[in-house]
């Protein structure tokens, strides 16, 4: 410890001089006293004196931190009016009175009775009056002194920072500039060296140094390299003292990092690198990384790969990955084992940001061999070509060969190819390919008009293994062949004036007659007009050919009259003149109309032809509604007729009679009168369009078709074969058969009654055993007839 002594302090005694002396200041000079000046005015008449009377008392100066066990004494006050006696009593007032500085009022000591601190208040500013214990007056005005606080070393040097953290680029010179750190001290720097502060470095050599005035940290070594070591921690110390023995000192640390630079260029670990790759990879693929390994981070680390030479530089190429910083082998184009199997690249690396102040170090990129080995792969078939396109007629025959694709195996097996169409591609089979050697045929004819290309997809597959496929478009373009007729492009009507004049146009502005045809023939559309062959010569119109596919109608007669020919029907050939020349006849329609002499058209309907024969508007209203009467009347029959119910031939299954509807036979016999009309079996002239069986409604109504008529009374057999015969070749006959078609016995017949079953003559030991032979239909007849007597009893 560091021992401080007391200065001494001294007493000034003030003494009251005469009024010509120079005036005291008492705030700027605390150690001048008082002066109390007593006089009378002028009115008195008497001349102005100076009392000789003031303070007396010591300059006060106290060292801070005083660590006694008594008071510390401070000073005294005293002023001349002090006799000794005890009459005056001395106040303190100001800063600190009364808990910092006490004061005797009877001998006007002044004690610290606390420890003070110069950092805290270096100055105490009191106020001191003295007054009389038996009157209370002041003898002496307040006057203001102070109470200086003297230093000691006491506080030691603080930084402003506990840690700083600074950074320099690696491979900086001796002497560059770090950081500079600050440290404070508490001290007064105008008292002594107990704020003079010295800094130095305690840890940190030999890479740093410290200026130990400003604490400026410089770099110490040169070249120093990031790679090598990129943290430091430096330990920095401020002394104060001016760094004596004896001073207060605080230290601090600093981090310092090296910062990269661009002095390193990038190296491969290894000369040659090998890659394998099947020849059937895609373009693009990627085979392999390579990376060179550069010691600098950041920008200073980032490269680019490139191809600087080799045999394969046409065949792959090398990306940069940002991120990894790798270099990336790809394929550039197909390979093919057959054709090569080795290739050899030479690869770059080289830094894309180099730093011009290390370029004396060398260049900045390194090379490495990349060898690719390609392997050999089973390859699907490659076509000949990437698509064919195929031209075709339309009138080309069915199974007509139109084209052929071709692909082979690249591999060198050679296996067998064979050749399909993808269905999806040719949902209406149109097309087919022969499986061996590819030729493509038609399998329907074609239509230019309805589907002018097709799009079909061809297959090649590999014999030996059906994985291997490849598949080619093909576009089959349909020509077209002059098969359509030309036609008018609509249906033409107009009129003619009945006052018109031979060579006359018909509506030349409004009617030109115009052609449409499907075929596209390759020179365009060319149309001819000429009059049909069997009316060559049309003594009302004829036909004018514009020679631009169109045609116009040019009257030959003078006067047309409505009431002889209100329409005419012009028939026009039209035909074309490419190969084969295809025609077509056209009708234009011209009605017979009334016109101005503007030739403007004032009538052509049938009304005002009727109103000339003298039939009034009323009277064809009246002919008009009666014959929408007689139509609703018919309907009304129609409707009550059709809802007649018609009774059945049979009326139920007790009914022992022959009958179609249950067994299946011919009729009910020459009784049922009521299955059919008999009476066009009776007289063969009387004939009905279309008869149907009156006991069963059919389920669909057929259409019968006429017969020829028998103009003559042949023979009743001859006539039963015939409509036998005509109802057996006839597809729209009903279902089921009926007598009324073909059953005759003719008139006055000898014969008796078809029926075996009513007929008297039968005997009743028939054998029916035979209805058994005639399967599940006749099961009811054999159980009924065919079985024993028992059973039929």
Known sequence: MRTYHCLPLFIWTYMFHTIDAIPFQEKANSDLPSERIVGLTQDD???????????????????????????????????????????????????????????????GDIHAAKKLDREEKSLYVLRAKAIDRKTGRQVEPESEFIIKIHDINDNEPKFTKDLYTASVPEMSGVGTSVIQVTATDADDANYGNSAKVVYSILQGQPYFSVDPESGIIKTALPDMSRENREQYQVVIQAKDMGGQMGGLSGTTTVNITLTDVNNNPPRFPQSTYQFYSPESVPLGTHLGRIKANDPDVGENAEMEYSIAEGDGADMFDVITDKDTQEGIITVKQNLDYENKMLYTLKVDASNTHPDPRFLYLGPFKDTAVVKISVEDTDEPPVFSKIFYLIEVDEDVKEGSIIGQVTAYDPDAMNNLIKYSVDRHSDMDRIFSIHSENGSIFTLKPLDRESTPWHNITITATEINNSKQSSRIPVFIRILDINDHAPELAMYYETFVCENAKPGQLLNQDILTVSVMDKDDPPRGHKFFFEPVPEFPLNPNFTIVDNKDNTAGIMTRKDGYSRNKMSTYLLPILIFDNDYPIQSSTGTLTIRVCACDNQGNMQSCNAEALVLSAGLSTGALIAILL???????????????????????????????????????????????????????????????????????????????RRTVPLWENIDVQDFIHRRLKENDSDPSAPPYDSLATYAYEGNDSIADSLSSLESPTVDCNQDYGYLSDWGPRFKKLADMYGGDDSDRD
């Open 45 to 107: 008449g008497k001349t102005l004196h100076r009392t000789k009377r003031g303070w007396m008392w010591n300059q006060f100066f106290l060292l801070e931190e005083y660590t006694g066990t008594d008071t510390q004494y401070v000073g005294k006050l005293h002023t001349d009016q002090d006799k000794g006696d005890g009459n005056l009593k001395y106040i303190l007032t100001g800063d600190g009175a009364g808990s910092l500085f006490v004061i005797d009022e009877n001998t």
């Open 626 to 704: 009666c014959v929408v009467i007689l139509l609703v009347l018919v309907v009304l029959f129609a409707a009550l007729k059709r809802q007649r119910k018609k009774e059945p031939l049979i009326i139920s299954k007790d009914d022992v009679r022959d009958n179609i509807v249950t067994y299946n036979d011919e009729g009910g016999g020459e009784e049922d009168t009521q299955a059919f009309d008999i009476g066009t079996l009776r007289n063969p002239e009387a004939r009905e369009d279309s008869k149907f069986r009156r006991d069963v409604m059919p389920e669909t109504i057929f259409q019968i």
